[in-house]
């Protein structure tokens, strides 16, 4: 009987950390890898507030949150908040097809081999982490809904509130 409570304690504290979308602080793996315009390199954006968002063409929930990143960006950009969207298809052109109907303002990277969404064990899309000041993921989300957007907003702005230096 006890065996079966701890299960299902631990179960039930799974699920828990799931819903609340809140990863345990870690360092975020780095990165560089081809972009719009060149290439990004996540030890460049040091200092500052990183929403790395991963995404891909066929996503129905990408294409819902690329409006809302294009506004974060406009609204936080000059307070140090830099998105990242890094896209997992396969085939480029699939990627620069939706592309085309988006109006965007953010960094968009590509990672056909799915590399680096492995590195951040990447559940499902869209998924994204937030990346503080001090280079460590302080939360993750997967999914994008309406209801998400005040949650996650909130989110970026206490990250931008902690002060700049790099804690190691």
Same mark, same amino acid.
Request: hydrophobic share 40%; with cysteine.
């Given at each position: 009987?006890?065996?079966?409570?701890?299960?299902?304690?631990? +179960?039930?504290?799974?699920? *828990?950390?799931?819903?609340?979308?809140?990863?345990? %602080?870690?360092?975020? $793996? /780095?990165?560089?890898?081809?972009?719009?315009?060149?290439?990004?390199?996540?030890?460049?954006?040091?200092?500052?507030?990183?929403?790395?968002?991963?995404?891909?063409?066929?996503?129905?929930?990408?294409?819902?949150?690329?409006?809302?990143?294009?506004?974060?960006?406009?609204?936080?950009?000059?307070?140090?908040?830099?998105?990242?969207?890094?896209?997992?298809?396969?085939?480029?052109? +699939?990627?620069?097809?939706? *592309?085309?109907?988006?109006?965007?303002?953010?960094? %968009?990277?590509?990672? $056909? /081999?799915?590399?680096?969404?492995?590195?951040?064990?990447?559940?499902?899309?869209?998924?994204?982490?937030?990346?503080?000041?001090?280079?460590?993921?302080?939360?993750?989300?997967?999914?994008?809904?309406?209801?998400?957007?005040?949650?996650?907003?909130?989110?970026?702005?206490?990250?931008?509130?902690?002060?700049?230096?790099?804690?190691?």
């Amino acid at each position: 009987m006890m065996k079966q409570i701890r299960s299902l304690a631990g +179960l039930l504290c799974i699920c *828990l950390f799931a819903v609340s979308g809140l990863a345990a %602080v870690s360092e975020a $793996p /780095s990165f560089r890898l081809p972009a719009i315009g060149g290439e990004i390199d996540l030890a460049q954006l040091e200092g500052k507030v990183v929403y790395l968002d991963f995404w891909a063409s066929w996503c129905e929930p990408c294409r819902d949150s690329f409006p809302w990143m294009t506004e974060i960006q406009q609204k936080y950009r000059d307070q140090g908040l830099e998105i990242i969207a890094v896209n997992l298809d396969k085939e480029r052109r +699939l990627a620069d097809g939706f *592309l085309q109907q988006m109006d965007i303002n953010f960094i %968009v990277a590509f990672d $056909p /081999s799915g590399e680096t969404a492995s590195r951040y064990d990447l559940g499902g899309m869209p998924g994204s982490y937030l990346i503080g000041r001090d280079g460590n993921i302080h939360a993750s989300h997967l999914g994008f809904r309406d209801k998400d957007k005040a949650k996650l907003e909130k989110a970026i702005q206490q990250l931008l509130q902690q002060p700049q230096e790099k804690v190691k």
